[in-house]
């Protein structure tokens, strides 16, 4: 059971936009930034979003980031075939821990 | 450009201690601007956060509760790295092992930017 809520699964079409929430509490979302993590078939985590709403350099402006009050959200427009892959957000948790959604397999159909 | 790089057993026996390193190359371990985490994933647990260790005039560690009892993340900066030993292992620690860095300032935190490739380790006699 993840401490952030993620569902499990999205879908959209070529060209649509796409939306990816992430529920948490006051001890994570709510107090700390959120940071989105783009996940291919057998590779390692990619940094996608960083403090609710910043691309690092090279992600393609069509991935947004978003965050009210203890929940947050991925926005994905012009849906591509190659993004099709597994999303997870992610925050500091005020435990002292980071805490993870357990993530959103995104089909492209 | 920033690389991690893992090594370690992929096969540990019940009972012993799993052992993983993560050699930095681009960065210092001792950086005031970067955390060390160590995270794993398993198709039960998901992605689970494990610790991290960081230098800010001095070494501190964070570990999660669930491996608290079990887990020692330790910088090495004569080699620029940092290792993972988790104690006691059982079938449940099955999982792939990734090292990463989180990257931060005094102002703004920019996330795990740089992953480690991962380490599939097998807990099995």
């Known amino acids: 059971q993840s401490v952030l809520t993620q569902p499990p699964s999205a879908s959209g079409t070529p060209g649509q936009r796409v939306t990816i929430s992430c529920s948490g509490s006051?001890?994570?979302?709510?107090?700390?930034?959120v940071n989105w993590y783009q996940q291919l078939p057998g590779t390692a985590p990619k940094l996608l979003i960083y403090s609710n709403n910043q691309r690092p350099s090279g992600v393609p402006d069509r991935f947004s980031g978003s965050k009210s009050g203890t929940s947050a959200s991925l926005a994905i427009s012009g849906l591509q075939s190659e993004d099709e892959a597994d999303y997870y957000c992610a925050a500091w948790d005020d435990s002292l821990k980071e805490v993870f959604g357990g993530g959103t397999k995104l089909t492209v159909l | 450009q920033v690389q991690l790089q893992q090594s370690g057993p992929g096969l540990v026996k019940p009972s012993q201690t799993l052992s993983l390193t993560c050699a930095i190359s681009?960065?210092?371990?001792?950086?005031?601007?970067?955390?060390w985490n160590w995270i794993r994933q398993s198709p039960s647990r998901g992605l689970e956060w494990l610790g991290r260790?960081?230098?800010?005039?001095?070494?501190?560690?964070d570990y999660a509760v669930s491996v608290k009892s079990r887990i020692t993340i330790n910088p090495d900066t004569s080699k620029n790295q940092f290792s993972l030993q988790l104690n006691s292992v059982t079938p449940e620690d099955t999982a792939v092992y990734y090292c990463?860095?989180?990257?931060?300032?005094?102002?703004?935190?920019?996330?795990?930017?740089?992953w480690g490739q991962g380490t599939t380790v097998t807990v099995s006699s």
């Open positions: 681009g960065d210092s371990v001792s950086s005031n601007s970067a955390a």
């Open positions: 990463a860095r989180f990257r931060l300032s005094s102002v703004e935190s920019y996330g795990m930017d740089v």
């Open positions: 006051s001890s994570n979302i709510g107090s700390n930034t």
């Open positions: 260790t960081y230098y800010r005039s001095k070494w501190y560690n």
